[in-house]
Each structure stands twice: as structure tokens, then as C-alpha cells.
């Protein structure tokens, strides 16, 4: 059986630099806050006129190079995204026509902050089965224009960021090589506990000014609720990747899990006994990018040489749904 291994990484995020005081300046919310609750000291958010496809197509461009290929090589590809730069159709197929590849298949997953473990566990079976060669997944986001950036919506708006990362997944025949195991969950008995309602369809018409002018359409979040959740469902999808594949923690050599919140990562840390040396956080500087937080702290940390050929590398997420899951992949 092949394995599916990832041979290029990518990243991008938009130019503009938000700092947690340029967020003081249009909410009541400090820098001390933000830092002290999150870790967050920087975000990037798009300009007018950048596109979700945009910062996709970035990101591809360079796990493309890295990857040695082209374009043209791609047999299959899947975003991550809760954003849309349409209602519809999904921005695979707007990212497949810009890469000018039609034909080739293209889905959307709209997991959240486990898009990219999800797309990751469903391009690895593609591959395993033998259905697709390369298949090029992607977590893209823009978060910054669907935020209320009143004081009425700062719990959330200081959090999110916009970004992109790609990789290009590929098969081998090699044994014990590339992704080991994946794991998935969902619990949709609190969906409602971080989500956005509208525009819904369930709504007649499914949106109007009412609620476009109310904090309805913004999306909402019990902080204390999801941060409870996380810091127990991270743990477990990491030790069931573990356990998956008689690996144990000490034999990890990093960690990469969806950036949330640094309280949220020391705090999984903290559970695991893993150091911090060993898990990858760049929330300092991005802030939560959602489905492509996980593909951007993957790319940094092979630019940084911190991801070495042979490395065990765990991949966790917790999201929106709620969604969690993990990756237990040798590099
Ligand atoms: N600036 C200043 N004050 C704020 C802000 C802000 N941006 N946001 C909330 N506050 C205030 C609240 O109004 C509240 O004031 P009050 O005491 O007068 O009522 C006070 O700060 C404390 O609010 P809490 O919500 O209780 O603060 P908490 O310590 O729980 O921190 C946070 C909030 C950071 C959102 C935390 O709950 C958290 O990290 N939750 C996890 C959520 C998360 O990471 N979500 C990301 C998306 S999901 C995911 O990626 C896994």
C-alpha cells in the first residue's frame, strides 16, 4: 500500500500588520489583555481587494517550488476554509482556476480549526487507496473582515488573523514513512458554543437588514467554554495517534498544533509533560488563522530547519463544531 507523504510546504500572510495597539485604538481592549489572555502581539489582515484565492495561491506557489513540481502535476486538491470568497461555489475551485489546471478535482472542508486535519486524513486515504499521485491541500483564511471590531465584539475580534499555508502530499512507496495514522471527531452538541448564524437559509429571507444591522451576524464564541474543551480534546487526539501507532511522547520531535491561544498550547504542554522547545508557536505573530494556522507554523518550522527528514511529527487541531483530530506523520 502507498503511503502519503508531504514533500512541500508553503505559507503566506497578507502585508498589513495589525498590532494588538492598533486594536486599542478601534475597541476597549488593551495590549496587556490581549498578550496577557492569548499571547497574541501581532495579526495580519487583509487589504481591500485580497482575496482568499489570493493568499491560497501564494501559499501553493511555494510548497509547489519546494515540492519540485508544477501545477500541471497536481491530480487533486483540497481547501480548508470557514470563509468563502463566494457563498459558493468553494475556493478549491477558484484556487484551481487560478493555478489554470481545469478538470482536476477540487472540494472545500469547512471544519474550522481542524479543516487541515481533516483535509490532510482525507488526502491520505485518497493516496493509500491510490486514487490520486499528488494531492495539494491547503488551510486559507480571512477572518479580519467578518469581525465586529467594536468594543461589543472584542472577545473575539483580538483573536483571529488571516493567512494561508499549503502542502503538497504525495505517494511513496516507502514504509513507515510520511502520514502514519489520522484521527477525526466531531461532537456537534455544541455547535452553537463558537459559530456564526448568519446568513442562514433557515432565516426568511435567509438575511436582512435587521440582522445585518444587529451583532447577529458576527461570530460568537463562549470563550471559557471552548478553552475547557481544548485544552482536554487536544491531549486526547495526540495520545490517540500515539497510542494508534505504539509511539509513545517521548519519541515525538515536535508538535504542531493548531494555533488558538498560547494559554491553550502551554496549557497541553503542560498536560503531555512535552517541553516547549517541542511545540511549534508563532500566535505571537499571526494571532488564530483557523484552518491555516497548522500549514503556516508547518512551513515556518521547516524554513527554520526545526523539521528534519525523519522527524516524528504530531499535528493536532480543536475547533469550531466542536471539531478535533490529529496527524502522526514521519517527515
Ligand atoms: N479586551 C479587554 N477585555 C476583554 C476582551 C478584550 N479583547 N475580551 C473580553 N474582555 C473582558 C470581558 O468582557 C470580561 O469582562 P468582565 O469581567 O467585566 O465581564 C473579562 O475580560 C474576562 O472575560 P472572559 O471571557 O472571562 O476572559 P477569559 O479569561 O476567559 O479570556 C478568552 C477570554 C481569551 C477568549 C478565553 O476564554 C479563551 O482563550 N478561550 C478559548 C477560545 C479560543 O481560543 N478561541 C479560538 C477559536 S477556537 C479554537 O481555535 C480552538
Known sequence: MKNARIIGVGHYVPERVVTNHDLEKMMDTSDEWIRERTGIVTRHWVREGETITDLAYNATNMALERAGLKPEDIDFIIVASIAGDAQFP????FLQARMEIPGV??????NACSGFVYALAVADK????????????VGAEIQSTG???????????VLFGDGAGAAVVTATDEPDRGILTTHLHADGRYATKLWSEFPSVINHPYITHEIVDS???YPKMEGRYVFKHAVSKFPEAIMEALEATGYTVEDLDLVIPHQANQRITEAVAQKLGISMDKIVSNIHKYGNTTAASIPIAMSEAWEEGRIKDGDLICLAAFGAGFTWGSVLLRW
Open 126 to 137: 485518497f493516496i493509500k487507496t491510490e486514487t490520486y499521485r499528488n494531492i495539494l491541500v
Open 215 to 217: 451583532d447577529r451576524i
Open 105 to 110: 478535482p477540487a472540494m472545500d472542508i469547512r
Open 90 to 93: 468553494g475556493n478549491g475551485c
Open 147 to 157: 469581525l465586529d471590531l467594536s468594543t461589543r465584539g472584542r472577545d473575539m475580534a
